[in-house]
């Protein structure tokens, strides 16, 4: 596959089969109707194995490594989801795992990577974009796993795609939070693929807007990258990336902290569903939007990792509770 192609649809639908006993066929559900979206779903990819849709493209990734490849472990770059599908990909196979993470990744996803048998090695977030914009990784022995520009992983994300538009006739809008671009990449590809009238909204905080800033300047762009949802605090949009996601995105969205915040708080007290920040971003933004603009929507829950002492600072913080109650 070029580095200027999007995965195909038969690639992803294969994706699938190959991944189909490791990835489930997350759930998805109505917002609760105390919040008003009746007519937005939730996809709850909290329910994969490790919490995070990170499984269907890591999984897939490592799973398409020839066996003289994988013998020399795998590594990755990761905030936390993707080095926990990392480790548990690689204990799957029976191979070490390495991922380098920012020091002030949250605890429970660098206890998880543990868990799961990987090796979590922290050092200052600029060393980490340092490392991924220099090719690091090609100084060291490891299988490496790009978080996202790798087109297997695009592929393998792909079938959260499939599932959205299988599991939810008459879809009008799918919100898909971005960080570097996976995710959005192969959701999109196999979206388009087989309803491509369906609206693709892109989804970022306000205080990381890479890909919204990219679009505007009509080139990637590095932005300040200060923001509560790690899982997509990406500073800037890659040159393989950019076009990918331009040619499938309809529209973009910018969600403020304090919203996220809020959402994070309603889907545990009224879905009753523990949510990372960068897994409430796209709910939050497609609730933003009147029910005659969405239409019937998807909004992606990417992840539920969050720290138990951020979640209950959220869920005790009378500020955020006048959000969400409002």
Avoid at 31 to 46: P, Q, S, V, Y
Avoid at 165 to 188: C, E, N, R, Y
Wanted: proline share 6%.
């Amino acid at each position: 596959m070029a580095d200027s192609d999007l995965p195909s649809l038969d690639a992803i639908r294969e994706a699938r089969e190959r991944t189909a006993s490791v990835v489930r066929h997350t759930p998805m559900v109505p917002l609760h109707e105390h919040i008003g979206g009746e007519d937005i779903h939730l996809k709850l990819e909290t329910q994969q194995a490790i919490g995070s849709f990170k499984i269907r493209g890591v999984f897939h990734a490592v799973s398409v490594l020839s066996d003289e490849e994988r013998a020399k472990g795998v590594s990755t770059v990761s905030a936390g989801n993707t080095a926990q599908a990392l480790a548990f990909a690689a204990r799957h196979y029976g191979v070490s795992s390495r991922s380098l993470m920012p020091d002030t990744a949250p605890k429970t996803k660098i206890d998880a990577v543990r868990a799961y048998g990987g090796e979590p090695v922290l050092v200052p977030v600029a060393e980490v974009f340092r490392y991924l914009k220099e090719h690091g990784w090609e100084r060291e022995p490891y299988a490496f796993i790009h978080p996202w520009t790798n087109r297997n992983v695009m592929t393998g994300h792909g079938s959260l795609g499939l599932e959205i538009v299988d599991d939810l006739p008459g879809v009008s809008s799918v919100f898909v939070p971005v960080g570097g671009g996976g995710l959005l990449a192969g959701v999109g590809a196999a979206i388009k693929a087989v309803e491509p009238s369906v609206r693709l909204v892109a989804v970022e905080p306000e205080g990381c807007p890479a890909f919204h800033d990219s679009l505007e300047a009509g080139r990637p762009v590095e932005v300040d990258c200060q923001t509560f949802c790690d899982g997509v605090a990406v500073p800037y949009m890659t040159e393989e990336m950019f076009p990918l996601l331009q040619s499938l995105v309809d529209e973009t969205r910018l969600v403020s902290e304090a919203r996220v915040k809020a959402m994070v708080r309603r889907l545990a007290l009224d879905n009753k569903l523990v949510v990372e920040g960068s897994g409430a971003l796209a709910a939050a933004a497609a609730l933003a939007e009147s029910p005659a603009e969405r239409g019937r929507t998807a909004a992606i829950v990417t992840g539920g990792s969050i720290d138990a002492t951020k979640l209950a600072a959220i869920l005790t913080d009378e500020t955020v509770g006048a959000i969400a109650a409002g």
